[in-house]
């Protein structure tokens, strides 16, 4: 199988241990935050519904799956009240999701919105979702995932661009 390769792409193992966990399942429903290059290996990776959570209009355009446009009006470094992304279906917290993957929206400088809000409302569901959280090398990804999870992760690489594996069944 081949992955995306980029500079803000995941590692082939990680890709490999997210697409491995979705087949597992059958008709798995996986929902992701960020579309991009990845989009269509999740896709394919389920007969379940695949959900696309983007706040970026040049992502949202170009992801042709379900997909939902957001908005965050949160800041790398600064805790907002815990909720869901501004615009984020409703409809979708009642959907029993077997994968989450964040991975948006951007988080690598002070002045991005960070994946704070992405990761509470993927903890919502860690008593029965399997929750992969990438770049929790991060020192913001990484405080909210602790905040936010009861059990520590499980870690797929090192250093640069770390995904990090919480919850499950």
């Not at 290996?41 to 379940?48: D, E, V």
């Not at 815990?82 to 993957?101: A, G, H, R, Y």
Request: proline share 7%; glycine share 8%.
């Amino acid at each position: 199988m081949d992955y995306p390769t980029g500079n803000f792409s995941m590692f082939p193992h990680q890709y490999k241990e997210i697409v491995g966990t979705i087949e597992k399942i059958d008709k798995a429903n996986v929902l992701v935050f960020g579309c991009g290059s990845d989009s269509p290996l999740y896709r394919t990776a389920t007969l379940g519904r695949v959900v696309f959570i983007e706040d970026h209009p040049y992502f949202f355009e170009n992801c042709p799956y379900e997909k939902y446009l957001v908005s965050y009006t949160t800041s790398v470094g600064v805790w907002w009240p815990e909720d869901t992304p501004t615009d984020f279906p409703k409809e979708l917290l009642e959907v029993t999701w077997d994968v989450i993957i964040v991975d948006g929206p951007t988080g690598y400088t002070w002045d991005c919105p960070g994946r704070q809000l992405s990761i509470y409302t993927a903890s919502l569901f860690q008593e029965t979702a399997i929750v992969y959280v990438h770049d929790y090398n991060r020192e913001w990804e990484k405080a909210c995932c602790m905040k936010y999870f009861m059990k520590g992760p499980h870690l797929y690489g090192v250093g640069d661009r770390t995904l990090a594996k919480f919850g499950g069944k």
